[in-house]
């Protein structure tokens, strides 16, 4: 499916928002922990609408048009990864219902991968997956990576995709992923960082960044783009250059505002609505303005949010 931009202003897009959830209301759940709440009422909308195979991350897609493909992009990253380090074992953080470490251990059946999970239910759900899928160089335990406990060590490689923006202390985290790497080993990161405060933005664009990361649970905001390099480095590890992979959201960004538009506009939609689970319905806000609040590369209205990979390595 090819990306058409919006149609819709951000005004437009901040009216219908208000309209359908209160924006005051969403607004003071900020700076509130609600990770477990969040992904137990958002659970089953992401296996419906985002994923059956329980992927919950952002698909990149380069050429322009939205495919299932772009949910690879960052797994294959971490083959690669794994293959150029000759790698045999492979830790994921905050891996959710699997996905990742599922498809790498599919792909390099020689390699032992553990995916780790703050949530049980996710741990559980990745497992199953796991088991469907008959895989057994794939475990799956539960963990917070803040700090990640003693007892992961000597990992060729170490990865998380949109996870780490939950972090409330980057060197404690970052410090815990160097001790489990060996020397020599890797770590690969995707996730969305800001630039600047959205404090400091036009006020549509602001109520707007604000409005997507209580949607999303990241109810303190986005960590600021160069804080994970410094807390790696700070860690002991050398840090490549970081990729900005913003504008390969795109399609995906897009494809989102018109399903949300479409829904939220019909009256007995919205009417049921009224009767789901708030933090999945608000799923929607994010998707609304994802577009509008992200760096895509336009010339005017740009967000501060960019979607970045950063890799590291262990000195040998
Ligand atoms: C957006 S989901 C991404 C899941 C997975 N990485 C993927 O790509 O599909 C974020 C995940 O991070 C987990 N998480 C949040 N805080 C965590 C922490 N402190 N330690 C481990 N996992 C955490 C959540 O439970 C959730 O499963």
Known sequence: MTATAPTHSLSDLLKLIDKVFGSDKVMKDWGREMIPEYYAQSGPAYEKMHSAQGCMHSALNADGTFSFDGYLVQPRAVVAETVAVKGKRVLEL??????NSLFCAQ???EVQFTGT???QDHVNRASGFAKTAERTNVTYEQASY???????RDFDVAFGFE??????DTDLVAASIAAALRPGGRFVMYDMHAYGSADDLPPDLARATRLYEVSVAVTRGFIQAGQWEASLRKAGLVVDPVEDLTAQLQPGLYRQVEMSYRTLS?????????????LLTRNAIAALVGPAICRLGRESNDGILAYQKITASKPA
């Open 94 to 99: 905050g891996c959710g219902k699997g996905f």
């Open 107 to 109: 792909n390099l059946k």
């Open 117 to 119: 999970d703050l949530l």
């Open 146 to 152: 803040e700090p990640l406990p003693d007892r992961f």
């Open 163 to 168: 996870t780490l923006c939950y972090a409330k």
């Open 266 to 278: 019909d009256w007995k939609k919205r009417l049921a609505i009224k009767a789901m689970p708030p």
